[in-house]
């Protein structure tokens, strides 16, 4: 077994590559983070995250797990800021109400320019970290029999044909959804990999407004989901320096407005309320910024029957998620935790091949939820097998029962917060309480809801019981 671990290298120092660099800063005596953007001192947003005005929202089973990599950081948002929301601060509406929520579970309420800023601060203080920045990697070194990746070949972004080459004993890649590693592999003489994809046609519209602490009666976070048949949707989210952050949804070609009177309007259209009540009556403090998503992506490494070793891909670079279902963060720190469980069992020895295969449950399970609620709507063209159906007509269940039940309500937010896997939704417990309608009581054992710190640690049935 080859356990030599002297340096590893990361493309990529957005929030994948940071959080896999906080894993990798344990088991390495040297990691160096390479992006081609000059990475900012403050939060600021930069080319390489061209989605960063628009909603980030890093999700429970996020927290919870970035707490594992980075202990604190939870404090260092909100010393920087952020917002950090209870559940009862939610206002989630899907399946024709609001769920009842009443858990401890939290979110955190930041722009992608905090959130990134606040974990790149935390990852630059780790020993042994190097940030290379303002530098792209052109593509790698390998042994003569190509069987084992030994570095990156770089070229400046500011100095025409300035290159350097960094010797790595581990590669990966996290640059997102441009990765280069199919052609990189290919012309290697491996077989790139297929890729998945689930035609959506999302676009975003999004502003800033300002905020006060009596709108919406104290509520702090607004999900307006895109029901079955229509394509609008939105979220809002208390964010740093007393703002609102407002993401108007379109699927299907639809393409919210960017002009005020038009995105008040829009926001209008949606079949609850809350978000015009916001844009209504706030006032705006930013230009309209829009982005399109036209496509889920998942770029099948786990069905390669080779890759060279010392290399592994992860993050978007695998697999890119729906913005609005706030996956991608928590999927790349899930495989970021995942990647040093890798190095700690097998050292360096089929690390890519590994990893993969460690991280294909949450991914599994991200894509299956984003994409089966998506595929919900009629117009969108996609696999519908008896599966799914069966998913779909147990939902139309449960969903009504979480709008007045808080257990049954607490264990959807646990799925979509990605604490619990989906089968967790079909636990004996919840399944009783789904089938009698919400009306069984409660046990006089049973636990009570624990107080926000130990929902940070995970409880029983956290991140420990996921696999």
């Not at 930041?110 to 630059?124: F, G, Q």
């Not at 989901?225 to 703002?243: H, N, Q, T, Y």
């Not at 890798?342 to 294909?360: I, M, S, T």
């Not at 710190?453 to 019981?465: F, N, Q």
Request: aromatic letters at 6%.
């Amino acid at each position: 077994m080859t356990t030599h671990r002297s340096h590893a290298v990361v493309l990529g120092a957005s929030m994948a590559g940071l959080v896999h660099a906080a894993a990798l800063a344990e088991r390495f005596d040297r990691v160096t983070l390479v992006d081609r953007d000059v990475l900012p001192d403050q939060p600021d947003r930069r080319r390489g995250v061209p989605q960063d005005r628009h909603i980030h929202l890093l999700v429970p089973g996020g927290v919870v797990r970035l707490e594992q990599l980075l202990p604190g950081v939870t404090e260092d948002f909100a010393a920087r800021g952020a917002h950090i929301i209870a559940a009862p601060e939610w206002r989630f509406y899907m399946g024709g109400d609001r769920l009842n929520l009443t858990d401890a579970l939290r979110v955190v309420g930041a722009t992608r320019p905090l959130i990134e800023s606040v974990v790149r601060d935390r990852v630059r203080a780790l020993s042994g970290v190097e940030f290379v920045d303002g530098w792209s990697a052109r593509n790698l070194t390998t042994t003569d029999d190509r069987t084992r990746v030994t570095g990156v070949r770089l070229r400046s972004e500011a100095v025409t044909d300035e290159t350097r080459t960094l010797s790595a004993d581990l590669v990966v890649d996290t640059t997102g959804r441009g990765s280069p590693s199919p052609r990189w592999l290919a012309d290697l003489g491996y077989r790139p990999p297929n890729e998945d994809r689930l035609m959506v046609g999302v676009h975003y519209t999004t502003r800033l407004f300002r905020r006060t602490d009596g709108d919406l009666g104290g509520c702090r976070n607004v999900v307006v989901d895109i029901p079955p048949g229509s394509r609008r949707g939105g979220v809002a989210l208390a964010i740093e320096d007393g703002r609102w952050l407002v993401t108007l949804m379109g699927m299907l070609g639809e393409r919210p407005p960017t002009d005020i009177t038009g995105f008040t309007d829009y926001a209008g259209s949606l079949w609850v309320n809350d978000l015009h009540e916001i844009v209504r009556d706030a006032e705006p403090v930013s230009d309209a910024f829009t982005m399109a998503f036209p496509a889920f992506s998942w770029h099948r490494y786990d069905r390669l029957r080779r890759l060279p070793e010392g290399y592994a891909v992860s993050g978007d670079a695998v697999c890119s998620f729906d913005p609005r279902f706030g996956q991608g963060m928590t999927v790349a720190i899930t495989e970021a935790i995942e990647l040093g469980r890798v190095v700690d069992r097998h050292g360096n020895q089929q690390v890519g091949k590994r990893l993969l295969a460690a991280a294909r449950p949450v991914v599994r399970d991200a894509w299956d939820l984003a994409t089966g609620s998506d595929l919900a709507n009629p117009d969108v063209d996609g696999p519908r097998p008896l599966p799914w159906r069966l998913t779909q007509t147990y939902l139309q269940r449960l969903l009504p029962v979480a709008h007045h039940d808080p257990e049954v309500a607490a264990a959807v937010i646990r799925t979509i917060g990605m604490l619990d896997r989906p089968q967790r939704l079909m636990h004996p417990r919840t399944l009783r309480r789904v089938l009698a309608g919400g009306r069984v009581r409660r046990e006089r054992d049973e636990v009570p809801t624990p107080p926000a710190g130990d929902a940070v640690a995970g409880g029983p049935e956290g991140v420990g019981a996921e696999r």
